[in-house]
């Protein structure tokens, strides 16, 4: 082993079953008995943040592709509607715009609260869904303020808005691919 970095818990792990073996004990002599231990595994082992901990449903990879799903989603339910709704062109109101975000925000806002929790960081995800909330309600607040007055474009194609609605949902899904 000279001339090569070996871990220092490869080390220890190497102290530690040499001193077992120069011991020359049983197992149930070393650590106990064996249902003893296994039942004082399972308290410790049944816990939900056990559960959350070994959970692969978390993380930030799992946490941005629900998110691509979920912008994914919307953008398609969104651009059907407004296919039926407008024919083949169609207006951007602003009010309207803001109302659309402020649906999105909470979604997100709990996707990433979710993340937050699994990740054992439980005081950000109350951040996090307090901060959604307020920027939902901020949203369909300024639209109710702002009315139907004011419009962003005219005579939009309907097709080039469906594109626009689905991009973030394939981008975000095309990039999640590509993270490791």
Known sequence: MAGKHVPAIALQERELLNAVREADL?????????PTLAAGDVLELATTAEAVRTSKGGGPRHAVKDAGGTLLSMGVVSALLLALRSSW???????????????????????????LFSAGRSVAMIGVLITAGAIA?????????????????????????????????????????RMQ
């Open 26 to 34: 049983s197992a149930a002599d070393l650590f106990g008995d064996a």
């Open 89 to 115: 062109s169609a207006g951007i109101n602003i009010a309207h715009l803001l109302v659309a975000v402020s649906v999105v925000v909470p979604f997100m806002g709990w996707i990433a609260a979710r993340a």
């Open 137 to 177: 309600l901020a949203g369909i607040a300024s639209a109710a303020a702002l009315g139907n007055d004011h419009i962003a474009a005219r005579a939009v194609p309907v097709p080039l808005l469906g594109l626009a609605l689905i991009t973030p949902g394939v981008v975000t899904l095309v990039w999640v691919r």
